[in-house]
């Protein structure tokens, strides 16, 4: 059976990382890319909603990060479409029916477990599990947490109740990496990123079930923020969704003690070399388990095999 994957339309921001990073290893495991990158945007655009497209055989797997109503109205008359979703957020669920019904693809990978389960039962087709990865080798595992430069890092949106503790604790001897305006980039690039992450000695996660509940409902999930963190080797202060646990078969992120968040904080800070062992095993699981290889071949396996069980699956790894 012939696979394709149709590639980001627009160019690549931090936001949309995930995206490429699967796009980049499902071509490596050998699915086809429908168009050149550059090419891409400039067709979809000329595309309309409603368009007929030839019929071109196969299957197409489309990445979206959010409903993506151009790349579904562009590809979805083409062929067998098989979406992979993230952003699926419990507030919209009834509209990501309505459109996966509208679509009628052949199978539905969704990042988040509770999102997943939810469609699974109001979809007639199979929806998977595919849980959150990123490609490690992208990132660097930096050097010890002692003798990294940035004490702690809270990218994108923070807990204010988290982040006032920290800052009524942390003195000007610390370095502490914020949004200093609401929205503000703190690494505007890729390459700004990955180094700051790989000199990070700790790096805020907190789901953002717990941090724009207006946005994301009770979806508890871990984001592609978390498997960067381990790839860089920095120590994850924050929260651990349950699909995360059972991805990695233990606990990976030191669970914030919400009683006393500043005195856990400096504590940490002033023994960070006793978390090196753990950032170490965290780093070797993300390599094991936690790598966009693994998500596309979990993908093409599905889709090279005669059926998909209709139920609800995961990608997790054993426990150790």
């Known amino acids: 059976m012939k696979i394709m994957v149709a590639p980001p339309v627009s160019a690549p921001t931090p936001a949309s990382g995930a995206v490429t990073g699967l796009t980049d290893a499902l071509i490596r495991a050998g699915a086809r890319p429908l168009r050149r990158r550059r090419q891409l945007g400039r067709v979809l655009r000329r595309l309309p909603l409603a368009s007929k497209a030839p019929h071109v055989g196969g299957t197409i797997i489309l990445p979206m990060m959010g409903w993506d109503a151009v790349k579904a109205a562009a590809y979805g008359t083409w062929s067998s479409t098989v979406p992979v979703c993230w952003d699926v957020w419990e507030p919209q669920w009834p509209q990501w029916v309505r459109s996966l019904e509208k679509l009628r693809p052949q199978l539905v990978f969704v990042t988040a477990q509770q999102s997943a389960e939810y469609l699974a039962e109001h979809l007639p087709m199979p929806v998977l599990h595919l849980p959150e990865a990123t490609t490690v080798s992208g990132y660097q595992p930096g050097l010890p947490l002692a003798e990294r ?145 693994q998500r596309a071949a979990t993908i093409m396996s599905v889709l090279s095999s005669t059926a998909a069980a209709p139920v609800v699956t995961s990608a997790s790894a054993p426990a150790r």
């Open 149 to 293: 430069s940035i004490d702690v890092l809270e990218l994108g949106r923070r807990d204010e109740e988290w982040h006032a503790a920290a800052l009524r604790c942390l003195s000007t001897s610390y370095r502490h990496h914020y949004e200093q305006v609401p929205g503000q980039i703190i690494f505007p690039t890729r390459q700004e990123l990955v180094a700051g992450l790989a000199d990070a000695r700790i790096s805020i996660c907190i789901p953002g079930s717990m941090t724009n509940a207006a946005r994301c409902g009770t979806v508890e999930t871990a984001t592609h923020r978390y498997f960067e963190s381990f790839a860089s080797r920095a120590l994850v202060l924050g929260h651990a969704p349950d699909e995360l646990l059972d991805l990695f078969g233990y606990n990976p992120v030191v669970e914030i003690d919400w009683q006393r968040p500043a005195e856990q904080l400096l504590a940490l800070l002033s023994d960070i070399s006793t978390w090196q062992a753990h950032v170490d095993r965290n780093y070797q699981r993300v390599l094991e388990v936690g790598d966009w290889a």
